[in-house]
């Protein structure tokens, strides 16, 4: 059996593309749809309400496009809206949430887990929530870190003041002594060398990206969804707001030249 549908992805704008990347590598046979919402990015500073209504937006726009999947690409989605989407859709809805959390328990030798992520994210205490519910024993620390996506959004990924940024942010989490950090926010991989130049070599990073993408695969070929037929794949790109930012920024995510990138209507 195969399916030939796309997988539908989504997020506030371009960072989910860290996910289509990992979904990419994952599943080459499978034709992903992408939505930024360019036009509201960014959610981690919004409430719940607000973001679970563009969330129910996006999905009934990558429905409109026959996916047999939906990935929640956005952290501060996952983490805020992931139950009522599941509620109102019969698609397969995965978030970035629950993957992340069950990689950093797994890798934690010390117990003790820092999270990374928006305002939003962090305020809802999502990740905290998933790690405690595999394990009680498990202490975890979190942080809020609202500049760390202006500045991947303006390509300051290396630069000493990203460094000084970071260091402010995670000094707290050093302290605690976490071995394990995970990076809830679609921007943070790209910031993983100073990260982890701050944080030491010692801490593992876990980027729910990668992890997602498991899960992605791991669903299609449970219930028979995975696309078999080789050949090329013809990806969509979708943002609600004019295309040419988002393609400056997808080119220095991705390293590679976007054609395919449309507004929604
Ligand atoms: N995509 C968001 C996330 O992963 C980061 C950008 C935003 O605040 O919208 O939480």
Not at 120 to 127: D, F, L, V
Request: glycine share 8%; net charge positive; aromatic share 8%.
């Amino acid at each position: 059996m195969s399916d030939s549908r796309p997988i539908g992805i989504f997020d506030s704008g371009v960072g989910g593309l860290t996910v289509f990347s990992e979904v990419e590598k994952a599943l080459p046979r499978e034709e992903i749809v992408y939505f930024g919402d360019t036009a509201r990015v960014p959610y981690g500073t919004k409430s719940k309400e607000t973001i679970t209504r563009f969330s129910v937006e996006n999905v009934e726009f990558l429905m409109k496009h026959n996916v047999k999947l939906v990935l929640v690409a956005c952290n501060t989605a996952s983490s805020l809206s992931l139950d009522f989407l599941k509620r109102c859709f019969r698609v397969p809805i995965i978030g970035v949430i629950a993957p992340g959390a069950r990689n950093a328990v797994n890798s934690t030798r010390n117990n003790r887990i820092g999270v990374v992520g928006t305002n939003a994210t962090i305020i809802s205490g999502a990740y905290e929530k998933a790690v405690k519910s595999i394990s009680r024993k498990i202490a975890v620390y979190s942080q809020s870190c609202p500049l760390f996506v202006p500045l991947v959004e303006e390509g300051w990924t290396k630069e000493k003041v990203t460094y000084e940024v970071a260091s402010v942010y995670l000094k707290g989490l050093k302290a605690k002594g976490v071995d394990t950090l995970i990076l809830g926010c679609t921007h943070y991989p790209l910031l993983k060398d100073v990260i982890k130049k701050f944080m030491g070599s010692e801490v593992l990073l876990v980027d729910s990206a990668r992890e997602v993408a498991k899960e992605a695969k791991a669903i299609l070929d449970a219930n028979g969804l995975l696309n078999i037929n080789p050949g090329r794949k013809k990806h969509k790109f979708f943002v609600s707001d004019e295309p040419g930012p988002f393609i400056r920024l997808s080119e220095r995510f991705l390293k590679r030249k976007m054609t395919c990138v449309k507004r929604a209507v």
